[in-house]
């Protein structure tokens, strides 16, 4: 089915790893022309060359903190430069370190913040201004699962996941008259599957630190689906949710792709 993003201007933060790179791809196949903002340029470059085997239109790296605006505005001008526009914004950058709340600093909640909360507002703050006037545009966050159950060693990342929940929801509001559609996708475990998939900043860098084997079996195992997720699994739901053909009207829209993990409504 042609979901109509061939040649449409994309924009992926964090695309270099795991989930961030399966939607990169994804978007490829559909022929998009694709923005990788990562602040590890070394893997973005590499997804890149695999995004224009894959049929991207343009595949342009950019080395981008998106915890910094000055960095994000330059990011989309470069796109803008490049395209005229940005179509589709993809808030994809998340970060954790599985502890018990107790065991952390505040040094350790302020990162967590900045890359999963306050990366979220800057990117989709640059994102209106260029999508508003031109009446067009949709965003789609990578939350997660976290932020719908209160999950134990996530409690920091839970709620800003949760925060970005909320955020999108007001932000379509704000925006549907502007012709802009805002969701949210909750992956839940969703392991990389070859050591490539993950660059030198991925949570998965040394998957054992997340989960061991035995407990990505257990988990699988409580699952009503029986297995883990893959990074594809997540990319199916935001090409979905990023194009107007198949969804020009779903707008403010949490989705949980988790094997059915939470249940939500
Ligand atoms: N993988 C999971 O099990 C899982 C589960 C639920 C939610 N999520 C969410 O999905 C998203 C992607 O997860 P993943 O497993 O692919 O992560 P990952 O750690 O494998 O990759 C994250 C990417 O973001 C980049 N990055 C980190 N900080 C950045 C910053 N400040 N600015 C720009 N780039 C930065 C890294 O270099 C890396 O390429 C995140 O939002 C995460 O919270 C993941």
Known sequence: MDLGLKGKAVIVTGAGSNIGRAITLGFAREGASITLADIDEQQAQ??????????AAAAETVRCDVTKLDEVQAMFARTVARC?????????????????????????????IQ????G?????????????????????????DASRQGEPREAVYGAMKAGVNSFMKTIAKENGRNGIRCNVVCPGVTIPEESEAVGVNSMWVNKDSMFTADQLA????????????????????????????????????????????SMIG
């Not at 590499?46 to 049929?55: E, F, H, N, S, T």
């Not at 800057?122 to 997660?144: E, F, H």
């Not at 699952?223 to 053909?245: M, Q």
């Open 218 to 261: 257990q988990i699988a195992k409580a699952l009503p689906l029986k297995k883990v997720g893959r990074p594809e699994d997540v990319a199916g739901a935001v090409l979905f949710l990023a194009s107007n053909t198949v969804a020009g009207h779903v707008t403010g829209q949490v989705l949980s792709v988790s094997g059915g993990y």
């Open 120 to 144: 979220v507002l800057n990117c989709t703050y640059t994102a209106l201004g260029i999508m508003a006037p031109k009446q067009q545009g949709a965003i789609v966050s990578i939350s997660s």
């Open 84 to 112: 005229g526009t940005v179509d589709v914004l993809v808030n994809n950058v998340g970060w954790d370190e599985l502890k018990f709340f107790t065991q952390t600093t505040p040094e350790f909640w302020q990162k967590i």
């Open 46 to 55: 590499a997804v890149a060359a695999l995004a224009l085997a894959a049929g």
């Open 115 to 118: 890359v999963n909360f306050v």
